[in-house]
Nanobody, 117 residues
Framework: QVQLVESGGGLVQAGGSLRLSCAAS????????MGWYRRAPGKQRELVAT???????NYADSVKGRFTISRDNAKNTVYMQMNSLKAEDTAVYYC???????????WGQGTQVTVSS
C-alpha cells in the first residue's frame, strides 16, 4: 500500500513563500508522475504542477513563474516552492502520485495553505 505524506502548509502573508513536501512510501512500480493539485473553497480541484520521472513539468498558467516543482526520485519525494503567494492561492493542496501505464493513482490527505491579503 502506497501512502503520501504532505508537509509544509500554513499561513503566510501575501507576497510570502512556502515550500510543500510530499513523501511517498510503499512499493512504487515504474515511471510515474508526482504533483500537486488544490481545491479552493467553493471550487473544483485543479492541477497546480506535476513532474514525471524524467523531469518533464506541467504548470497551471496561474502559478507559472511563481511556483517551482521538483522531485527526488531516490526518495520518492516531490517538492513545490511557492513564491509571491497571492490570496487566491489559498486552498487545500493535495499531493498526487499516478501512473497511467501501471494503473495506479494515489492521493495525500491534503495540507492547508492560507494566504492573507
Amino acid at each position: 500500500q502506497v501512502q503520501l505524506v504532505e508537509s509544509g502548509g500554513g499561513l503566510v502573508q501575501a507576497g510570502g513563500s512556502l515550500r510543500l513536501s510530499c513523501a511517498a512510501s510503499g512499493t512504487i512500480v515504474g515511471i510515474n508522475t508526482m504533483g500537486w493539485y488544490r481545491r479552493a473553497p467553493g471550487k473544483q480541484r485543479e492541477l497546480v504542477a506535476t513532474m514525471d520521472s524524467g523531469g518533464t513539468t506541467n504548470y497551471a498558467d496561474s502559478v507559472k513563474g511563481r511556483f517551482t516543482i521538483s522531485r527526488d526520485n531516490a526518495k520518492n519525494t516531490v517538492y513545490m516552492q511557492m513564491n509571491s503567494l497571492k490570496a487566491e492561492d489559498t486552498a487545500v493542496y493535495y499531493c498526487n502520485l499516478e501512473s497511467r501505464f501501471w494503473r495506479y493513482n494515489y492521493w495525500g490527505q491534503g495540507t492547508q495553505v492560507t494566504v492573507s491579503s
